[in-house]
Structures are given as C-alpha cells and as structure tokens.
C-alpha cells in the first residue's frame, strides 16, 4: 500500500560544517573536538544510537563498573584479619546502571553542544563528495550534511557471531555488561579479553560459567605467562575453561529477543568438538565473544567507489591519514572503523592526532609533532589483572628486533608481595639489545594497571634501560618490580 502522501518527506534539510564526523563515541567526540578548539571552525556529529558509544555504555565503563566489586572482594579474601565481603547482585547492577546514566545519553549531548558541536541523530551514509546524508529513521526528511573540509569515520565495530550461533540469538558483549538476569548456566564462546572478563564478573553474579575456547590457550595475543595466570584465576573461581574446543551446530527452543541483558529464549544445546569427539553441551544462555569488526558496512562507501577493505587495508601515516590511499584526502578514519588496535583510549589518541592535523590544515597552524615510536599499551580486569604495552617477546624478533628479556614473579618485591598474601603473577620485559630502549612490557598481577603507564613512558622516550635504573621506585610499591626487572638484563645493558 502506499504511504499516505503528508507521510512522505517533501524537502531535505541542509546543515554546512567544516568537519562531519559520523559516529558519537569517545573516538568520533575527540576528533570533533580537537579539530575545532580554539578556533571558529564548526562540528557536526551524526550518531544513531547512544552519544558516547559502545565504550560508555556496553563495554569499557560497565564492565570496569562490574568487575572492580569483585576484585575488592577477592583481596580482602586473601588478607588475614578482614571480615570478606561479599558482592551484592542488586547493588552491584545498580553501580552498573549509574556509570552508564541508566542508558541516558542527555548529559553526553549537553557536552558536545557546549563544545561547539552540533549533534544530528540518525544513521548517517556517505552521499557524495564531503556529503553525508542522515536518515532519522523515524519518517522525517533526511539531512544532508556538507563538510568544508573533512569527513571522519569513527564508526566503530560490532560483534562477530559465528554461523553456529547466529540462529541462537546468543549474548554478544553489550548483553554480558547490561545483564539484568544471570543465567544459571552460562557457556561463554571465545578466549580474548571480553570472554575472559564476561566470566569474571558473571561468576561473581552467580552464573556456573564454562568457556569453549578454539585455541590452546587464553589472551593468546599476550605473553603465554597471561593467559596461563588468567586461566589459573578463572579455575579459581569456579570458571571450567575448555580448551582445543569448537562449536560445530546448536540449537535452541523458543528463540526470541527479551531485552538487554535478560536470557533470550529456551534451553541452548551446543554441539560441539574437541580432540576426543563431538559431545553436547548444554546451558541458559550463551556468549558468543569470538571478536568485532569494523562497522563499515552501510555508510555509503559504494559512492566513493570504495569498500570496508579499502578503508581498513589503507595506509596510515603518522601524523595524519589524510594522505594514506587509497582514502581521498578529505576522509579520514579513526578507531576500530579503520582497523586500528581496538581499544578506547587508543582510538582516543589517534582521533586527537588527527583532529589537531585537520585543525592545522584549516589555519595554517604547525601540526603537531608526533614521537616516532607510540606504543600501544592494554589493561585486563581480570584477577589477577593483565597489562602489556608494545611488542612481546615473539613479535619482537619476527619485527627484526634483537631482543633480550628480563622476567621476575610478581611476589619478587616487598610492595608487590604485600598486596595479598598469596599474590600470583609475573612481570617481563623485551629489551632491544641495539638500542638498549625498552620494545614491550608485561605485568600480571593485582593492581598491574597502576604500573603500566611507566612502561609506555620508557617506550615512547626510548629511554635507555641504564637510565632507567636511575629512576628510584619508592619502598614498599609495586613499582619495586622496575629495578628487580632491571637487575636481571645482562650488565652491558644496564650499564652505561
């Protein structure tokens, strides 16, 4: 039947900026924000769902939200003369709605606009050259938002749900940090860093938790110390980890969408195979956490002759993308759109380094300068917690690098030891024996993410390891763990 004719938008609405950026998280904010600061050039910011993105309310705040109670919980329990606490569910997803404004997005709106920032909403798609066209979605005209000088694409990414799953209607990441109801029976699919902290904070909810994990180990982009400590915590909260295991079918009664975060259908029955055969496996609930690609897929690239291919595989400089083909020079991508390392605050700083380029570019300003080497530093809230910055051992010596390591356990000083009284973990770090700077660093341990941001400053400044050493950590600290692992490279290194 056709639409009634007052239905059918009659004109489309133009807005002109200097930068269009399509997609509202923390990246596509930073790069509004810095390409216009301090200057009259204008923003606007086109987003379809929630300002602030997936980080603040589906991933990286919740999951910190609901992760640090049970951490608390776990140190006090490995303390002598204190009373345990125990995790409250209902308090606990409480502190969870109030991190992420119980799914309000008003106070991140009033940011951007007192930003200068203008915030369009609706799915956005590329219509032309420097031309965004962005539909409500709710029968009104479309938008059409023209750039002056740049379009960013700070998209981000989805979940991946592999074809045994996908009729299932599985939990992905954003159901794991909005549960309302915990599963009795969970089955987690995937070993990386969403399947590993999903189990974490769903055990402390209640939830018997089994992990089906395809490869031979946890976190396997890490150190092989990590996934091993990870497994051992895991195994320590009730967690069963299967390893060599995959998914072959599944099936499951009365499939349907119940909301965020509530079990969305029947009983789930999972075939699946590992070295001794095919057996079934069964759960409530299942979460698939098996990885994320780049949300590319309906943003109009076919007007520009381009593909998610083109944009992900393209070049990037440095200091400014704009140049890397086979990308016109106006667009730009940011985050995990453009393939980058997947990560909120990386995506952060390259949307920083980008902005201020388009900013430079606008006024004649000089850009910017950026180090040579900026390492790319992660945090897993596990228990015990898992930190790395730059490259491990083994991809330092496929990238050439001649390296040595220094390893010490975590226990190996006063500071780190007393954190608990059976504190488990180990810290390493990749040294080049060329240059004699710090190539990589890894701490696994309670409170390893307090430490890891001195390894990213000595890999940034190239900081040789014997000046290192004169860099005094204060007594008791975890930051005892620099000088132990200083003290175990080979003495031409450590003295200059």
């Known amino acids: 039947m056709a639409p009634d ?51 603040s309310y589906y991933a990286c705040i919740p999951s910190k939200a609901l992760l640090r109670p049970p951490s608390v919980a776990d140190a006090a329990a490995h303390l002598p003369g204190i009373t345990t606490p125990t995790v409250q569910r209902e308090e606990l997803l409480a502190r969870r709605d109030t991190w992420v404004s119980h799914y309000d997005d008003s106070g991140q709106v009033q940011w951007a606009e007192g930003a200068g920032m203008q915030v369009v909403r609706g799915h956005g798609r590329i219509a032309g050259e420097r031309e965004v066209l962005v539909e409500p979605g709710d029968g009104t005209a479309p938008t059409r938002v023209r750039a002056r000088r740049a379009v960013v694409l700070a ?45 974490t904070w769903m055990a402390a909810l209640g939830s018997q938790v089994t992990m089906l994990v395809r490869g031979t180990g946890l976190l396997t982009g890490f150190e ?23 998914v072959v079918s599944g099936e499951r009664a009365a499939v349907r969408e119940t909301g965020l975060g509530r079990i969305h259908g029947g009983p789930v029955r999972l075939q699946v195979e590992d070295a001794h ?58 985050g995990d759109a ?14 920083r380094v980008i902005g201020q380029a388009i900013r430079a570019g606008a006024t004649g300003e000089t850009p910017e300068p950026v180090p040579e080497t900026v390492p790319v530093p992660q ?28 390893q010490v356990p975590y226990s190996g000083a006063a500071g780190s030891a007393l954190l608990r009284d059976d504190v488990a973990g180990t810290a390493q770090i990749v040294v080049d024996t060329d240059t004699r700077t710090l190539v990589g660093a890894t701490f696994v ?15 940034t400044g190239q900081v ?20 132990r692992l200083l003290e175990e490279l080979p003495r031409e290194l450590r003295v200059g």
């Open 5 to 55: 004719a007052q239905s059918v938008p009659t004109s489309t609405p133009d807005i002109t900026a200097d930068v269009v950026v399509l997609g509202a998280g923390p990246v596509g904010e930073n790069a509004a924000q810095y390409a216009i600061e301090g200057t009259e050039l204008t923003a606007v910011l086109v987003e379809g769902e929630l300002l602030g993105g997936e980080c």
């Open 155 to 199: 998209t981000g990414s989805r979940a991946v749900i592999p074809e045994p799953l996908q009729a299932l209607a599985p939990w992905t990441s954003r159901d794991a940090t909005g549960v309302q109801e915990a599963p009795e029976q969970l089955v987690i699919v995937g070993g990386g860093v969403v399947a590993v902290e999903a189990a």
């Open 224 to 246: 092989p110390f990590a996934g091993k400590h990870v497994l051992d915590g895991l195994e320590a909260l009730g967690v069963t980890v299967e390893l060599g295991t995959s």
């Open 277 to 334: 055969g095919r057996r079934d496996v069964t759960a409530d609930e299942i979460l698939s956490a098996t990885g994320r690609r780049p949300a590319l897929g309906d943003i109009g690239l076919e007007h520009l002759g381009l593909s998610p291919e083109d944009i992900t595989g393209a070049p990037r400089p440095t200091s400014d993308d704009a140049t890397g083909a086979p990308l016109p020079a106006w667009l730009h991508t940011v």
């Open 338 to 351: 453009g393939g980058e390392a997947p990560l909120t605050h990386w995506g952060k700083y390259r949307s």
């Open 379 to 406: 945090v897993v809230f596990t228990d015990p917690q898992v930190t790395s910055v730059g490259l491990t051992e083994t991809a330092a010596r496929r990238a050439g690098h001649a390296v040595v390591t220094a």
């Open 445 to 459: 341990g309670p409170d390893a993410s307090e430490v890891i941001h001195s390894a990213t400053i000595a890999i």
């Open 464 to 483: 040789p390891v014997h000046v290192l050493r004169h860099a005094v950590p204060s007594f008791p600290t975890v930051s005892e763990l620099w000088l």
